[in-house]
């Protein structure tokens, strides 16, 4: 055995056992799944994304005498939930671009947390810039490659319609603006961005250009989305360490999932 290997066992052992002893915190990112989440609404000449149902096999009963299951079905993009490359037709022809497909080292990476909660209260319509992240490196350093930038709106805490915040023209909901995906991407060589909100596009990025800027720039370089997002207020800036692992879907662009992050408690 290698003293690299030697190294990594006594990670190992550290990492169980500051879980077990609760030296790390594990932050659920997770909103639970149920019929009465807000699912994204595309123009009515679009097809549409079908929320979350779940259909009684049986509960104890005649159907199962001693087994309670459901059925359940949903879109691929429901809830929290992750975005490969294939989604955007910039990521159509990349290698590994579905989510059965996609590495499984890039389900686990760290996360730089960009605090926007008081902008977004401000102005449902908030777009990250460039500015802000230079702002954010200047305090806490620079965005390491491979890892990801977390947009924290407290977008989270609303519910019913105050969420998805959908008007006559469209859904008003904060974002990054193109200049700053493209930037993340090219310049810090992100892994991937999340947000707290139903894309990882602002809502009204239709009207962008290019239009959906996140989908466009993430996926067109292979890079992951998170969206739906929750508790993001319980991060620190830089230093959790993000678990993403989407459904195994044959040929699947996304998938619900559980978020989990490990910060030091
Ligand atoms: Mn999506």
């Avoid at 290019?210 to 230093?239: M, V």
Wanted: hydrophobic share 40%; proline share 8%.
């Amino acid at each position: 055995m290698s003293a690299r290997d030697d190294a990594a066992d006594v990670v190992l052992v550290q990492l169980a056992g500051l879980v077990a002893d609760g030296g790390l915190k594990l932050v659920d990112l997770t909103h639970t799944l149920s019929p009465d989440f807000p699912t994204i609404v595309m123009p009515p000449e679009f097809g549409q994304s079908a929320p979350f149902r779940m259909e009684r096999i049986s509960c104890y009963d005649g159907d199962g005498p001693a087994w309670y299951w459901n059925n359940i079905s949903f879109g691929e993009h429901t809830g929290t939930h992750f975005d490969a490359p294939i989604h955007w037709y910039t990521g159509k022809d990349l290698p590994l671009n579905t989510v059965d497909t996609l590495p499984t080292r890039d389900m686990i990476a760290p996360a730089n947390v960009i605090d926007c909660s008081r902008q977004s209260a401000a102005d449902a319509d908030f777009l990250l810039g460039v500015e802000d992240i230079l702002a954010w490196e200047r305090e806490h350093g620079l965005i390491a490659p491979r890892s990801w930038v977390l947009l924290r709106t407290d977008w989270s805490k609303k519910t019913g319609r105050d969420y998805a915040n959908l008007l006559d023209d469209g859904a008003h909901t904060p974002g990054p603006d193109a200049d700053v995906i493209r930037w993340l991407v090219t310049e810090r060589d992100i892994i991937g961005f999340g947000t707290e909100t139903i894309g990882t596009d602002a809502g009204q990025a239709g009207h962008f250009s290019p239009p959906y800027p996140a989908h466009h720039f993430l996926h067109g370089a292979g890079r992951y989305g998170l969206q739906c997002l929750a508790n993001l207020d319980q991060l620190p800036p830089k230093g959790a360490v993000v678990i993403a692992a989407p459904l195994k879907i044959r040929h699947g662009s996304g998938s619900p999932l559980r978020v989990l992050a490990l910060i030091a408690a």
